[in-house]
Structures are given as C-alpha cells and as structure tokens.
C-alpha cells in the first residue's frame, strides 16, 4: 500500500511536470536522506521523526525502485524533501545500495544515516518487544546480529552519517534527529552527556572522555553528607569550598569548549564526558553538574546522567 501511495503522488507530480517550464525555478534542490542500519537501532523511531519535519517517507522501499523514486522526487513540484528507510529486509538485493547511492547522488541531494548501537543493548531490545530478528528464527538473536553487522559493513562504511543509538532513549533520539536536520545553521549542532559514575563499579562502556575527581576531598567521610548527594547544596559547597575544585572546573570547561568545535568539525554528533570519583555520588556529580552549566552557557545541547547517585 506504501509503495501504490508513493507512485501515485509521484507520479502525479511528474505528469503536472509536463505542463510546467521550469519545475524547480527559484527553488533549491530536492533532498532525500537514506536510513539505514541494525535492527532494532531505532529506524522506525527515526523515519518518524523525519516525518514530524515535512519529509515525504517511505519504509523499506525495494533498493532497485530508489533511482527512479530519486529521480521522480528530484522532478516533482510538490514533494521538496523525501526520506526512506532500507535494510536488511532486502535480502541479497541490498548489496547493491552502495552502487545505487553513488548514482542517486547525481539526481538528488542525497545523505545515509547509518544507525547502530551495542550489542547488548539490541539484545535487549529484542528482549523487550519479542520480535524476531528480520534474518529468521532458525538462528540465535546473537548469531543474527553477528550476521547482519557482516552483511552491512559496506553500507556503513559510506554513510555520511552514523549514529550509535544506545545513548538514548525514544524522546532523545527524536530530538537528536530534529535538531540535527531541521537547522540550517549546525555550528554546535552535538549533544554534550556528561555523566558521573564511581570507579568501584567501573566505567561508562560508552564514555568518549574519562575524568578522574577522586583527588578531591571526599565528602563521605564527614557523616552529615554520607546520605547526601553531590547535588545537595550543603554538598556543593562543600566541595567548591577548596580552591583545586574550582580550577579543575575552570579548566575542564575551557579544555572542552576548546575541543567541541573539532569534534564537530570531523562530523561527531554527540559526546559522553564521564566524571568518576570513588561511589558515584559526592564529587563526580557535583562535578558533572557544573561543567554541564557551564557548556549550557557556551550553546551547547547538554544532559545530565548520574550514574551510580542514589535518587
């Protein structure tokens, strides 16, 4: 039904096409982006996010129908930006999309999303909702993984875009989406985590950059804060209260201001900062809250994640 709707709107656009001069005078070219990836990554959650910005979407279109649905997409008046999702439902057939991509991209402006995520995290997922893998029931969800990260290496590989979505969750993935591409102007266009956790139950698997606050003095010992967390004011203070707190700060932030620009500069869209002290709860989130404040300041996208604080 999907495919019956897209041919009936496009073609309809060319067949006014016909009558017109200059179809796209005085107009920018058309865009179409190509979602792909695992699943389970979040493709669906995606193509509706896209959907929510005006783009004309299409699920699992067969990979032999996208030149013609390009070229008909780059032609139609009515239609100025389109999105679709292609994976690994296609069979061997999409072994063809890297040869396809480079050819559509003489129709159209065209970029691949390429989204992933751990495979724990996938597991997990299929947990969850109980959905078989799109590759059979015959095989383990594992093993199926396994095989389709193998099937979807030369796909990945020219994605102009590749996001790791075990960082978020449903909101934060179509928010990620939507300030990704429906801004023009992307010059700080990354989203900050800043994350406290504490060295006794290991490190964020998914940490970019590790801080270690464990030589601040530790609030722990001093009983009134014990139950308390970093986020307490009495706390806070506490902590601020010696003078190495406040140039570690100081220094993370301009260190971080620095970098953020470069990292966007070679097309990274988020950033995991984790701060670790001894438990998780006294400096490392103290210490997160700040910085996060700070970046805030500078106009970056931040969010806060405690770890291992109690609530």
Do not use: W
């Not at 009515?78 to 072994?95: C, F, H, K, S």
């Not at 970093?230 to 902590?239: F, L």
Request: aromatic share 8%; proline share 6%.
């Amino acid at each position: 039904m999907a495919l019956r709707r897209v041919a009936r709107k496009l073609t309809g656009a060319k067949r006014k096409l016909r009558y017109k001069d200059a179809p796209r005078a005085g107009r920018p070219p058309g865009e179409l982006v190509i979602i792909t990836g695992m699943s389970g990554s979040g493709k669906a959650s995606v193509l509706k996010a896209f959907e929510d910005l005006g783009y004309y979407c299409v699920d699992n279109l067969p990979v032999g129908l996208i030149p013609r649905f390009a070229e008909l997409a780059g032609q139609s008046a009515e239609i100025e930006r389109t999105a679709l999702v292609v994976d690994v439902r296609e069979g061997r057939q999409l072994e063809e999309l890297p040869t396809i991509v480079k050819s559509v991209k003489r129709i159209i402006a065209t970029r691949m999303v390429f989204l992933e995520a751990s495979d724990s995290v996938l597991l997990r997922r299929f947990s969850e909702t109980r959905r078989p893998h799109p590759l059979g029931t015959d095989s383990p969800v594992r093993a199926s993984l396994t095989a389709e990260r193998r099937r979807l290496r030369p796909i990945r590989a020219i994605a102009d875009l590749v996001i790791d979505t075990s960082k978020f969750n449903v909101h934060e993935l179509r928010a990620h989406i939507i300030e990704l591409f429906q801004k023009k102007e992307r010059g700080r266009n990354i989203l900050v985590s800043c994350v406290s956790f504490g060295f006794r139950h290991g490190v964020p698997d998914d940490a970019d950059l590790v801080f270690d606050v464990r030589f601040l003095p530790n609030p722990h010992f001093i009983p009134e804060f014990r139950p308390l967390t970093g986020r307490d004011p009495k706390v806070a203070r506490y902590i601020r209260s010696f003078p190495q707190t406040l140039e570690f700060i100081q220094r993370i932030s301009g260190l971080l201001i620095y970098l953020l620009p470069h990292y966007i500069h070679e097309g990274k869209s988020y950033l995991t900062i984790a701060f670790g002290c001894t438990g998780g709860q006294h400096r490392s989130v103290m210490i997160a809250e700040d910085v996060a404040k700070r970046l805030k300041s500078a106009g970056y996208r931040v969010k806060v994640v405690h770890r291992d604080s109690p609530k």
